[in-house]
């Protein structure tokens, strides 16, 4: 019911910046919270950041205050700006739509995934 595409992805130098976009789709009027995840090689998929209908905004503690998640509603479109990155940053990012009910998730719903690399 709800389509997510990621976009911005690429190979970055450690400490350069990347913005990744998410563009959602299809019957996201109940959508309340969207966010970003990412998964590294061997690693599991981890929370990134969350933004609500309220804009209030989660972020995992290896990301504070160098990562930035927004929304364009007029666009339907999420973004994470990503500033002074590091090697461990790498990871496929996937965008997530979700509708919660209090602490409860009714549905979840998951991009393709873009690719970030941050080598020198």
């Known amino acids: 019911q709800v389509q997510l595409v990621e976009s911005g992805g690429g190979l970055v130098q450690p400490g350069g910046s990347l913005r990744l976009s998410c563009a959602a789709s299809?019957?996201?009027?109940?959508?309340?919270?969207m966010g970003w995840y990412r998964q590294a090689p061997g690693k599991q998929r981890e929370l990134v950041a969350t933004i609500t209908d309220n804009a209030n905004t989660n972020y995992a503690e290896s990301v504070k205050g160098r990562f930035t998640i927004s929304r364009d509603n007029a666009k339907n479109t999420l973004y994470l700006q990503m500033n002074s990155l590091k090697p461990e940053d790498t990871a496929v990012y996937y965008c997530?739509?979700?509708?919660?009910?209090?602490?409860?998730?009714?549905?979840?719903?998951w991009g393709q995934g873009t690719q970030v690399t941050v080598s020198s």
């Open positions: 997530c739509a979700e509708r919660v009910w209090v602490i409860t998730t009714i549905e979840r719903y």
């Open positions: 299809g019957s996201i009027s109940r959508i309340n919270v």
